[in-house]
């Protein structure tokens, strides 16, 4: 349809040009004013290590370029495992921080819950992030109806990754998309040599299976209860996952529990996309940004990912995923800077500066032509499916050590006698938080 | 220290100190009066350092370990609770028997470890002196470091250099997932944290057989000894004091260990590798019961004080 302006109308047109275009000068203007307005010092508390720490900078970077008077500073804890130990002792100890990156929501309970966070509440709606980040991001970054994170990255933690040449020398051409053709490839990938799954288990990255498993055959809802204790451990749906992960143990998934528990997350990564000794491994999508940047892979030529099978339980269009967010510490002194990285890191030149890392953006103004296969296929199930963030990172206090623990137990021995242990034992830690 | 500004004055001059004060002899109180203070102002120093850094820390622990704390939540006052819980606790239980096959072992080995290399080397001094060199080398080298050498030892896979061993001695099925094992992975740590230990009682008594008399060991030629009825008959029960220092001081090492059980199993399999010292570690720093493990610290704490101060009170009384 075309439309013929009239001489009145296309001088009021003129007229409303130039406002408009005078409106947009001053709105730069006045942008560039208010970004010469904030400066100072920023301290960003974090743990990342290696190629995800060099994407926080490139963060960072691209904020100061932004922001030329704002300069960051970074306390950065070296950890091992678990980081939130070390978060807690650094900020008991009076570590002052004006930004923060979490990923467990039951530590942003804590924190929130210590006074030691920001309600970014007005900040959401005063620097319009929702036009950036869905409401669901908003609902994953809020504890008790507050919001106090700005997801900057997530991951399907569902996907199992594998070499292209492993399963080319196991001689499997299609991914299972079953549990049955799933568990069938095993007899392939054993007689070509290779373990068929890689759990590393030494620490934490054994629950990623039971809580794909669990949510697979009793769906989101039921895994959001469990979290939060509104059902017990000792569920018939805990016993018959485990039952579930005990049919895989048996099937000789894994190994022997002893090469489990000496296996760590990494440990087990290198042997599935380096070696080619384990054929999968279902960990974070941050893997994928070490694969290209620490390994030198090539995203969906020399790996890729294939989502956790189908079990038939009416439950199988879920995803179990994490996110990493920003906070803001009210220890901070820098709140005006703060507040504008945590509008400026939904932009599409945060988003990107993510997804060139190889890492997924929650962003809607993310380029996603950036994204290579692997994360492309990975938002894409996020994206169509029910989600469920990771139970581990739900859990409080030290009831998550004790589910790790219980879970290496069972790994141990996955007889039925010791799932009734196992679950009673996670169940009365969970009391204690009640 | 008070003893020794005493002692160290001679006889005239104590004369003179008894007679301060216009001739009038000192009571021993008043002699005792006049002569502190100098004392006390030279140990000072030493207090004050000694109060901030050791006293103060541990009234605070003291205090905590009343207190109920669980992350950065409100602390409850919880009397002796965490101690009822402490004994109540299987995995601290599992750390207290961990604790004493570690300690043991560790000490014995890596003490007759040295003992052994330093009678040994006794015998040639100058041929052993690389080796003892590179030995003691070792216990420099940090913890960290000498851990992840251990995991590429005890690495589960064949690339693990024990497994890869075994399998060209065409032993490949004893080949074991060493540290995921917790039959093992004790074992492991403390072969890997008493090597690592030999070090110091080799140079500690080695120091304490090159102080034995040559006229001892020459006679004992001249009588027809031989090297070895010289080595278990001279220099074996001379070298006794020095045996002592080094278990002292390997003994309270290894209580306070924790870099290599951190690097090599990080207190797992499902826990059996956790010692006191790592039970309180993973206590206050990873679940952050603050409470909770400065209580496991003070249990631990008097564990180093049994063994230390019966052993602080020979020394002293043999070197006075």
Known sequence: MTTKLVPQAAAMTRRALMVGTSAIAMLLMGGQSFAADISGDLVLLDWAAGSEQDMIKALEDGFMKAYPNVHFKEINLTTQGDARGAI?????????????????????????DA????????????????????????????????????TYTFGDRSAMF???????????????????????????????????????????????????????????QKASDLAAHKIPW????????????????????????EQMLAMDWNDAADS?????????????????????????????VDYSIQQFPAMGAGHDNVSSVDSKEFSELTSGSNQAAADAFLAWVTTADAANIVAKAGLASPSNKVDSSLYGPVIKAATDAVAKGDVQFVLGDLL??????????QLQKFLQDPSDANIDAVTAAIEAKAKTFD | MSQVALTSRGPDERESSQVRGGGRELTPLRRWIADAPAAYLLLLPVLALFAFAVVYPLIQTIILSFWDIKGLGKPKFYGFGNFVTLAQDANFRQAVVTTLTWTTCTTALSVGMGWAMALLCSMAPRQTLIPRVLIFAAFGVSEAVTGYVWIGIFRGDAGGLLNSLLGALGLGGLAHPWLGDAQTATWCLIAAYSWAQTGLPLLVIYAATQAISRNVIEAAYVDGASPLAIMRYIIAPLSMPGVRVALFINLLGSLRAFDTIYVLTGGGPVRSTETIGFFMYRESFTQFKLGYGAAATLILLAAVLIVSIPAIIQRTRTTT
């Open chain 1, 88 to 112: 807690r002792a650094a900020l008991q100890s009076g570590e002052k921080a004006d930004l923060f990156v979490n990923t467990w929501p039951a530590f942003r309970k804590e924190l929130a």
């Open chain 1, 115 to 150: 006074g030691m966070l920001r309600d970014l509440g007005p900040l959401w709606d005063s620097a319009k992030i929702g036009d950036n980040l869905s409401d669901s991001w908003k609902a994953l970054g809020s504890s008790d109806g507050k919001v106090y994170g700005v």
């Open chain 1, 162 to 220: 594998y070499k292209t040449a492993t399963m080319q020398k196991a001689g499997i051409d299609k991914q299972p998309t079953t549990w049955d053709e799933f568990v069938g490839n095993f007899k392939k990938l054993s007689a070509a040599g290779v373990t068929p799954i890689g759990i590393g288990a030494k620490v934490w990255s054994h629950t990623e299976w039971f809580e794909s498993i669990y949510e697979h055959l009793n769906g989101v």
């Open chain 1, 234 to 257: 000792t569920d018939d749906s805990v016993k018959n996952t485990l039952k579930k992960w005990a049919e895989l143990l048996k099937a000789g998934c894994c190994g022997t529990a």
């Open chain 1, 272 to 300: 599935v996309l380096v070696a080619g000794n384990h054929g999968y491994q279902i960990i974070g999508m941050w893997v994928n940004n070490i694969a290209q940047t620490t390994d030198g892979l090539k995203e969906g």
């Open chain 1, 396 to 405: 409080p206090g030290d009831l998550v050590d004790e589910y790790r623990v």
